[in-house]
Protein backbone atom coordinates (compact mmCIF):
# COMPACT_ATOMS: atom_id res chain seq x y z
CA UNK A 1 0.00 0.00 0.00
CA UNK A 2 1.10 3.75 -0.90
CA UNK A 3 1.79 6.17 1.54
CA UNK A 4 0.68 9.80 1.88
CA UNK A 5 2.72 11.91 -0.48
CA UNK A 6 2.98 15.55 -0.73
CA UNK A 7 4.41 18.13 -3.14
CA UNK A 8 6.10 20.48 -3.51
CA UNK A 9 8.67 19.63 -0.73
CA UNK A 10 10.15 22.96 -0.71
CA UNK A 11 8.78 26.12 -2.21
CA UNK A 12 9.73 29.99 -1.35
CA UNK A 13 6.77 32.54 -1.91
CA UNK A 14 6.99 36.18 -0.85
CA UNK A 15 4.60 38.27 1.22
CA UNK A 16 1.44 38.43 -0.39
CA UNK A 17 1.76 36.16 -3.03
CA UNK A 18 -0.52 32.39 -3.13
CA UNK A 19 0.88 28.96 -3.00
CA UNK A 20 -1.19 25.56 -3.18
CA UNK A 21 0.01 22.19 -1.67
CA UNK A 22 -0.58 18.88 -2.63
CA UNK A 23 -1.55 15.77 -1.44
CA UNK A 24 -2.29 11.66 -1.87
CA UNK A 25 -4.19 10.22 0.06
CA UNK A 26 -3.14 6.69 1.34
CA UNK A 27 -4.96 3.66 -0.30
CA UNK A 28 -8.28 2.85 1.24
CA UNK A 29 -8.69 6.24 3.16
CA UNK A 30 -11.20 8.49 2.94
CA UNK A 31 -10.30 11.25 5.18
CA UNK A 32 -7.57 14.31 4.76
CA UNK A 33 -6.53 16.67 7.49
CA UNK A 34 -4.04 19.60 7.23
CA UNK A 35 -1.43 20.66 9.56
CA UNK A 36 1.12 23.44 9.95
CA UNK A 37 4.07 23.11 12.25
CA UNK A 38 5.94 25.97 13.25
CA UNK A 39 10.07 25.33 13.63
CA UNK A 40 10.24 23.67 17.04
CA UNK A 41 6.84 22.96 17.95
CA UNK A 42 4.29 20.53 17.44
CA UNK A 43 1.88 20.56 14.37
CA UNK A 44 -1.38 22.14 14.31
CA UNK A 45 -4.32 21.60 12.95
CA UNK A 46 -5.52 23.58 10.03
CA UNK A 47 -9.04 21.38 8.77
CA UNK A 48 -10.12 18.38 7.58
CA UNK A 49 -11.96 17.23 4.66
CA UNK A 50 -14.16 13.97 4.21
CA UNK A 51 -16.36 13.54 1.10
CA UNK A 52 -15.16 17.16 -0.27
CA UNK A 53 -16.46 18.72 1.89
CA UNK A 54 -14.87 20.62 4.91
CA UNK A 55 -16.03 18.94 8.35
CA UNK A 56 -13.39 20.62 10.80
CA UNK A 57 -11.33 23.35 11.34
CA UNK A 58 -8.57 24.79 13.92
CA UNK A 59 -8.41 28.44 14.59
CA UNK A 60 -6.69 29.59 11.13
CA UNK A 61 -8.17 32.64 9.29
CA UNK A 62 -10.30 32.18 5.73
CA UNK A 63 -7.34 32.63 3.83
CA UNK A 64 -6.18 29.05 4.28
CA UNK A 65 -8.78 27.23 2.33
CA UNK A 66 -8.66 23.70 0.92
CA UNK A 67 -10.25 21.09 -1.79
CA UNK A 68 -10.80 17.46 -0.98
CA UNK A 69 -11.18 15.33 -4.88
CA UNK A 70 -13.50 12.47 -5.53
CA UNK A 71 -9.85 10.66 -5.40
CA UNK A 72 -9.20 11.66 -1.94
CA UNK A 73 -6.27 13.56 -2.83
CA UNK A 74 -6.28 17.22 -1.65
CA UNK A 75 -4.83 20.89 -1.84
CA UNK A 76 -4.08 23.65 0.52
CA UNK A 77 -4.46 26.75 -0.62
CA UNK A 78 -3.09 29.66 1.36
CA UNK A 79 -3.87 33.26 -0.13
CA UNK A 80 -2.16 36.75 0.86
CA UNK A 81 0.49 34.89 2.40
CA UNK A 82 2.57 36.41 5.78
CA UNK A 83 6.12 35.83 6.93
CA UNK A 84 4.14 33.90 9.76
CA UNK A 85 2.95 31.10 7.41
CA UNK A 86 6.70 30.14 6.64
CA UNK A 87 6.36 26.51 8.34
CA UNK A 88 6.30 23.18 7.16
CA UNK A 89 3.26 22.18 5.99
CA UNK A 90 2.11 18.41 7.05
CA UNK A 91 -1.20 16.17 5.44
CA UNK A 92 -2.39 13.23 7.11
CA UNK A 93 -5.22 11.28 5.91
CA UNK A 94 -7.37 8.13 7.82
CA UNK A 95 -10.12 6.03 7.64
CA UNK A 96 -12.81 7.99 9.02
CA UNK A 97 -14.58 5.95 11.76
CA UNK A 98 -15.82 6.29 15.31
CA UNK A 99 -13.12 5.48 17.65
CA UNK A 100 -9.61 5.35 17.26
CA UNK A 101 -9.06 6.97 14.08
CA UNK A 102 -4.70 6.75 13.04
CA UNK A 103 -3.22 9.06 10.91
CA UNK A 104 -0.78 8.26 8.39
CA UNK A 105 1.61 11.32 7.87
CA UNK A 106 3.25 12.70 5.06
CA UNK A 107 6.84 14.49 4.94
CA UNK A 108 5.44 17.39 4.42
CA UNK A 109 6.34 20.76 2.25
CA UNK A 110 8.41 23.20 3.55
CA UNK A 111 6.96 26.81 2.69
CA UNK A 112 9.70 29.60 3.30
CA UNK A 113 8.03 33.25 2.51
CA UNK A 114 10.39 35.77 2.29
CA UNK B 1 -10.01 19.40 24.88
CA UNK B 2 -8.33 17.20 27.82
CA UNK B 3 -4.12 18.26 27.35
CA UNK B 4 -1.57 16.25 27.95
CA UNK B 5 1.74 17.18 30.14
CA UNK B 6 5.27 15.47 28.72
CA UNK B 7 9.02 16.59 29.97
CA UNK B 8 10.68 18.13 27.33
CA UNK B 9 13.54 15.60 26.63
CA UNK B 10 14.98 12.49 27.72
CA UNK B 11 17.96 10.91 26.77
CA UNK B 12 18.48 6.88 26.74
CA UNK B 13 21.83 4.89 26.12
CA UNK B 14 21.30 2.25 23.23
CA UNK B 15 19.87 -0.84 23.73
CA UNK B 16 18.28 0.40 26.84
CA UNK B 17 14.78 0.73 28.04
CA UNK B 18 12.90 3.91 27.65
CA UNK B 19 10.30 4.84 29.57
CA UNK B 20 8.67 8.33 28.38
CA UNK B 21 6.19 9.33 30.69
CA UNK B 22 2.33 11.50 30.25
CA UNK B 23 0.15 13.29 32.39
CA UNK B 24 -3.88 13.65 31.68
CA UNK B 25 -4.96 13.97 34.71
CA UNK B 26 -8.17 15.77 33.40
CA UNK B 27 -9.09 12.88 30.50
CA UNK B 28 -12.19 12.34 29.85
CA UNK B 29 -13.91 8.58 29.73
CA UNK B 30 -13.99 8.72 25.79
CA UNK B 31 -10.80 9.51 24.84
CA UNK B 32 -8.01 7.17 23.66
CA UNK B 33 -4.28 8.20 24.64
CA UNK B 34 -2.45 7.94 21.55
CA UNK B 35 1.19 8.02 20.78
CA UNK B 36 2.94 9.78 17.36
CA UNK B 37 6.78 10.20 16.83
CA UNK B 38 8.40 12.53 14.75
CA UNK B 39 11.62 11.35 13.41
CA UNK B 40 13.85 14.67 12.21
CA UNK B 41 12.83 15.91 8.70
CA UNK B 42 9.85 13.59 8.48
CA UNK B 43 6.06 14.07 9.35
CA UNK B 44 4.49 12.19 12.21
CA UNK B 45 4.49 8.71 12.86
CA UNK B 46 1.52 6.31 14.46
CA UNK B 47 3.67 4.39 17.36
CA UNK B 48 0.18 3.16 19.19
CA UNK B 49 -2.92 3.66 21.01
CA UNK B 50 -4.81 2.58 24.35
CA UNK B 51 -8.47 2.85 26.12
CA UNK B 52 -7.86 1.27 29.58
CA UNK B 53 -5.38 -1.62 29.08
CA UNK B 54 -2.15 -1.90 28.60
CA UNK B 55 -0.94 -2.23 25.00
CA UNK B 56 1.72 -4.10 22.96
CA UNK B 57 2.96 -3.98 19.14
CA UNK B 58 6.05 -4.03 17.30
CA UNK B 59 7.17 -0.74 17.99
CA UNK B 60 6.09 -0.58 21.35
CA UNK B 61 4.22 -0.94 24.94
CA UNK B 62 1.72 1.70 26.27
CA UNK B 63 1.41 0.94 30.34
CA UNK B 64 -1.83 3.10 30.98
CA UNK B 65 -2.04 3.65 34.82
CA UNK B 66 -5.32 2.12 36.73
CA UNK B 67 -6.85 5.94 37.14
CA UNK B 68 -6.18 6.79 33.37
CA UNK B 69 -4.84 9.91 34.78
CA UNK B 70 -1.05 8.96 33.28
CA UNK B 71 0.56 6.59 31.21
CA UNK B 72 4.09 5.65 29.98
CA UNK B 73 5.32 4.70 26.04
CA UNK B 74 7.86 1.95 27.04
CA UNK B 75 10.36 1.37 23.89
CA UNK B 76 11.65 -2.02 24.86
CA UNK B 77 15.67 -1.73 23.54
CA UNK B 78 16.24 1.78 22.06
CA UNK B 79 18.23 1.99 19.02
CA UNK B 80 19.60 5.66 17.22
CA UNK B 81 16.45 4.88 15.10
CA UNK B 82 13.90 5.93 18.26
CA UNK B 83 15.90 9.28 18.46
CA UNK B 84 12.77 11.43 17.84
CA UNK B 85 10.23 13.79 18.99
CA UNK B 86 7.41 11.40 21.33
CA UNK B 87 3.66 13.15 21.24
CA UNK B 88 1.12 11.97 23.69
CA UNK B 89 -2.20 12.87 22.61
CA UNK B 90 -5.72 12.00 23.90
CA UNK B 91 -8.26 11.53 21.05
CA UNK B 92 -12.17 11.55 21.55
CA UNK B 93 -13.48 8.14 21.03
CA UNK B 94 -17.08 9.18 20.23
CA UNK B 95 -15.92 11.79 17.41
CA UNK B 96 -14.31 11.23 13.41
CA UNK B 97 -12.37 14.99 13.92
CA UNK B 98 -8.65 14.47 13.41
CA UNK B 99 -7.80 17.89 15.13
CA UNK B 100 -4.87 15.94 17.46
CA UNK B 101 -3.41 18.35 19.85
CA UNK B 102 -0.14 17.45 19.91
CA UNK B 103 1.97 19.80 21.64
CA UNK B 104 5.62 20.30 22.00
CA UNK B 105 6.59 16.50 23.06
CA UNK B 106 9.19 14.89 24.36
CA UNK B 107 12.89 15.01 22.39
CA UNK B 108 14.16 11.37 23.33
CA UNK B 109 18.14 11.49 22.29
CA UNK B 110 19.86 8.29 22.34
CA UNK B 111 23.28 8.08 23.07
CA UNK B 112 25.74 5.47 21.39
Known amino acids: ETGVTQSPTHLIKTRGQQVTLRCSSQ?????VSWYQQALGQGPQFIFQYYREEENGRGNFPPRFSGLQFPNYSSELNVNALELDDSALYLC?????????????FGAGSRLTVL | DAKTTQPNSMESNEEEPVHLPCNHSTISGTDYIHWYRQLPSQGPEYVIH???SNVNNRMASLAIAEDRKSSTLILHRATLRDAAVYYC?????????????FGTGTRLTVIP
Open chain 1, 27 to 31: SGHNT
Open chain 2, 89 to 101: ILRDVRTGANNLF
Open chain 1, 92 to 104: ASSLLTSGANVLT
Open chain 2, 50 to 52: GLT
